[in-house]
């Protein structure tokens, strides 16, 4: 099945979800059919790029930023020349929000189009799905946003320019602790969430090691839409702050009914949270209440300064911190093709072509992404600073504090 969705700006994008039909998928160029064989690199003087996101689904706030802050940053190489004078073809694959549409999302990206990388998924727990894949036939996988320590545990061409979530909930913990003067907590977990169910368990462990208490621990299942009954039992514990460690979808909704209920207990959350959803659903019932997150588009900085006006003038709504990620995620492989000097070989078999890159992306150093200056560490993930939001005027985020790691 194929869609045919239009997204902001001026553009209408092929996205397929289940079933490429043969065909090649192209965002920034045209359809053909791929006749690559497996062990070639591609011979049409284009630098094939994959994407896998949640375009469609609960999730697909996340997944059209993400794709936005990609397709903005292949642009602009692009529009300067290419790579050698290649120039680069995204193909984007919806996966729904679905595990199961991940990986088969990503196999035809690898398999079909020959793909030389695959920037994705948002979600952690997509992202655990596709890393073995790309792991097992060998294609540099990065991920813009997934924060669970398993995504690159699955091998060495598995790479993420975010912040993991040890630190992530060290931030959120210490926050509470030491600037919010919270002593008991609560916590509300999503129980089908790998990002949420670590996030949790991390935040109590830091949270406990600094003094504070967890009073209680309570779930959900993404796509719930009544929380009163967990909202109530954390009620009558009286906590100082509640932890919720989910997607903007269901926080919004938690919110709202906590308001509802008479509560005004700050909410803390991570960077799940950093969607213009987050405030249409929620609204004012967020005011108070605080999130971790990678990127603020009020940082004076010059380059962040121009990558906000770029995006406004291509999408007409400022970015959020997904669409930055995505943004930093393809200007970091695009750098690392060029260090790997890859654009122009035609000798060189896939794997050799795969393998420089691999080699070329782990040699990332102080790149100067809008998200902060991204090294890639030891064990594939970036070593950068986290910004933290507190919620007011509506629901509106700004910034409270920058936190760079130790």
Avoid at 132 to 152: E, G, L, R
Avoid at 163 to 171: G, L, N, P
Avoid at 261 to 270: E, I, N, W
């Amino acid at each position: 099945m194929l869609k045919f969705m239009k997204f902001s700006g001026s553009r209408t994008y092929l996205i397929a979800t289940s079933v490429l039909c043969g065909a090649m998928i192209g965002v920034l160029g045209g359809c053909k059919k791929s006749s690559v064989a497996q062990n070639q690199v591609n011979q049409d003087d284009l630098i094939h790029i994959g994407e896998v996101g949640s375009m469609t689904g609960a999730d697909a706030g996340f997944g059209i930023s993400t794709h936005q802050g990609i397709l903005l940053a292949l642009d602009e190489v692009n529009t300067a020349g290419g790579i050698d004078g290649r120039k680069l073809e995204l193909h984007t694959l919806d996966d729904q929000g679905k595990p199961s549409e991940a990986v088969l999302a990503i196999k035809k990206l690898i398999t079909q189009l020959n793909v030389q990388a695959v920037l994705g998924e948002v979600a952690s727990t997509l992202s655990i799905a596709m890393a073995p894949i790309a792991q097992q036939f060998k294609v540099p996988m990065i991920s813009p946003s997934s924060i669970n320590s398993k995504v690159t545990e699955q091998g060495d061409y598995i790479f993420r320019v975010c912040f993991v979530d040890h630190f992530q909930s060290r931030v959120m913990a210490d926050f509470a602790l030491n600037f919010l003067h919270a002593k008991k907590a609560a916590i509300l977990r999503d129980m089908k969430s790998d990002y949420s169910m670590d996030s949790a368990d991390l935040f109590t462990e830091i949270f406990r090691k600094g003094g504070g208490s967890i009073l209680l621990d309570q779930s959900y299942s993404s796509g719930d839409m009544d929380f009163k009954a967990q909202l109530t039992a954390i009620r009558a514990a009286a906590p100082d702050v509640i932890l919720v460690p989910g997607y903007y979808t269901e926080i919004g909704l938690i919110a709202r009914q906590q308001k509802e209920l008479g509560m005004k207990t700050p909410l803390l959350g991570g960077d799940g949270w950093d969607s213009p959803k987050l405030r249409e659903i929620g609204g004012s019932a967020l005011d108070g209440s605080y999130f971790v997150s990678h990127f603020s588009q009020n940082d004076s900085s010059p380059h962040i300064q121009n990558f906000v006006q770029k995006y406004r003038i291509a999408y007409g709504e400022a970015p959020n911190g997904l669409a930055a990620l995505g943004y930093d995620s393809a200007r970091v492989l695009v750098d690392s093709l060029k260090r790997a000097k890859q654009a122009g070989n035609a000798t060189q078999t896939r794997d050799e072509v795969r393998d420089r890159l691999r080699k070329s992306i782990a040699e990332t150093r102080d790149f100067q992404g809008v998200t902060g200056k991204i090294s890639i560490g030891p064990d594939r993930n970036a070593i950068k600073a986290a910004v933290v939001f507190k919620l007011t005027d509506g629901g509106k985020p700004q910034m409270a504090t920058l936190v760079r790691p130790d």
